[in-house]
């Protein structure tokens, strides 16, 4: 994460620190867009997603990367942190 911007309120100095979720969007649409929908059962992993860092730590505060089921339900909820159109649970 990096400082995205700094406010005055009042005599406190308030830091803003996010990132740029554009190239992930761009990269997870991409592999969306070109994917070969192969998937086969065995010990493979395959890449299902590419979360934002900021969007991932929401989710834990939340508690919903504790067990991978939930995290697939957040994935099939928000596609566009898919890399895959399968759905995934």
Do not use: H, S
């Amino acid at each position: 994460m990096k400082l995205l911007k700094t406010k005055l309120r009042g005599d406190k100095i308030i830091f803003v620190y996010g990132e740029e979720t554009a190239d992930i969007l761009k990269a997870n649409y991409e592999d969306r867009k070109n994917t070969d929908e192969i998937w086969k059962k065995g010990k493979e992993m395959k890449l299902a997603g590419r979360i934002p860092r900021t969007i991932f730590l929401k989710w834990e505060k939340l508690g919903l990367t504790q067990d991978p089921k939930d995290l697939l339900r957040m994935l099939e909820r928000y596609p566009e942190y898919k890399t895959t159109t399968k759905r995934l649970i």
